[in-house]
């Protein structure tokens, strides 16, 4: 059973870090493109940035480029979004998600509906 289970998420001021994981079980990250979204209240659920099926390439969105950075460590299973200079703007939930794509494959974009399994989100929220 494919299961994402989203940890790390919490209270930052402007400017903080914050390190977000995602721990994959029932599945080999190999196979999988993993993202992280995130929906702010009101707002459509977003792409912010994701990782291929080779580990090889990552996208992030221009909103966090330069910012963050999306990482995995397939011996634990896990994909890690490291947040830096956080603002305000970036408070929302924070979810990731996998996308079967075969293995070491390099598509890897920021489209929701190409995902269909998701975890439960973990919530960000930057304010002083």
């Known amino acids: 059973q494919l299961q994402l289970v989203e940890s790390g998420g919490g209270l930052v001021q402007p400017g903080g870090s914050l390190r977000l994981s995602c721990e994959a079980s029932?599945?080999?990250?190999?196979?999988?493109?993993i993202g992280w979204f995130r929906q702010a209240p009101g707002k459509e659920r977003e792409g912010v940035s994701c990782?291929?099926?080779?580990?090889?390439?990552?996208n992030y969105a221009d909103s966090v480029k330069g910012r963050f950075t999306i990482s995995r460590d397939v011996a634990k299973s896990t994909v890690y979004l490291q947040m830096n200079s956080l603002k305000p703007e970036d408070t929302a939930i924070y979810y990731c998600?996998?996308?079967?794509?075969?293995?070491?494959?390099?598509?890897?974009?920021?489209?929701?509906?190409?995902?269909?399994?998701w975890g439960q989100g973990t919530q960000v929220t930057v304010s002083s």
């Open positions: 990782v291929t099926a080779s580990g090889f390439s990552a």
């Open positions: 998600a996998a996308a079967k794509k075969g293995y070491g494959s390099s598509w890897c974009k920021g489209l929701k509906d190409e995902y269909d399994s």
């Open positions: 029932g599945f080999t990250l190999d196979y999988y493109a």
